[in-house]
């Protein structure tokens, strides 16, 4: 399995609601990634997870809390977002050893809209 | 605090023309990274450098990084439609523990 899954694909959700995003791996990578983009933007980094620990927080607002139950598993709990939270969430992962320690594999994203 | 700069921006060319995007990095780094976007889907690896005067292709993609000048190329030979895309340039910091992106490249190729 050479693949980083995400879900949901898209994902509407109101002011008010709480709503995770889940990213799963199995290619036993040891760091995992949330990234942030806007459109015609690159990607922004959110957070960080080496082992299992959250090792870079980007500044992020506490309405977005990410959570690394296991070493194959992310997920990004949302609660009181704005409209302009939305944006593609999108995971990603890197072996943290060997030649290619850091190179990140992506996942397809969750295409989020807040209204 | 590291930059990237892409260019160009946005770059319109013709099939079977050949063209060059840039990448400049502000900051000491061995590694850089190429990834394309195409709309509305994630990003895919195209090339990992990883040290100085590394040079590495894929059909009519070639990369180049030249850590000295702080540069890397991505280099496009008798470009077809489907290379159509947004191509990002991703610079290895934190020892690793982070990538800096470009601006992006959105490449349109036309018939």
């Known amino acids: 399995d050479t693949e980083v899954t995400q879900t949901p694909k898209h994902l509407v959700m109101g002011m008010t609601n709480k709503k995770s995003l889940k990213c799963e791996q199995h290619m036993g990578h040891r760091a995992m990634y949330w990234y942030k983009q806007k459109a015609k933007k690159p990607p922004e980094l959110m957070f960080v997870y080496s082992y299992e620990k959250l090792s870079i927080n980007e500044s992020v607002p506490s309405r977005f809390s990410p959570e690394c139950p296991n070493s194959s598993l992310l997920n990004l709990h949302l609660h009181a977002l704005q409209p302009e939270d939305s944006a593609l969430y999108l995971c990603?992962?890197?072996?943290?050893?060997?030649?290619?320690?850091?190179?990140?594999?992506f996942g397809p994203g969750t295409r989020l809209t807040v209204t | 605090e590291l930059k990237v700069e892409q260019n160009p921006l946005f770059l319109s060319m013709q099939e079977g023309k050949n063209y060059t995007i840039y990448c400049n990095y502000s900051t000491t780094s061995d590694r850089l990274y190429w990834y394309r976007q195409d709309p509305g889907k994630s990003l895919e690896s195209l090339f990992v450098?990883?040290?100085?005067?590394a040079v590495k292709q894929e059909g009519r993609l070639m990369a180049s990084l030249d850590t000295k000048a702080r540069l890397s190329t991505l280099h496009i030979t008798a470009a077809v439609h489907d290379l159509s895309a947004t191509y990002f340039c991703a610079v290895e910091t934190n020892a690793g523990n982070m990538l800096t992106f470009g601006g992006g490249t959105r490449l349109m190729v036309k018939p």
């Open positions: 990603a992962s890197s072996p943290k050893t060997g030649q290619f320690a850091y190179e990140q594999y």
């Open positions: 450098l990883l040290s100085n005067g």
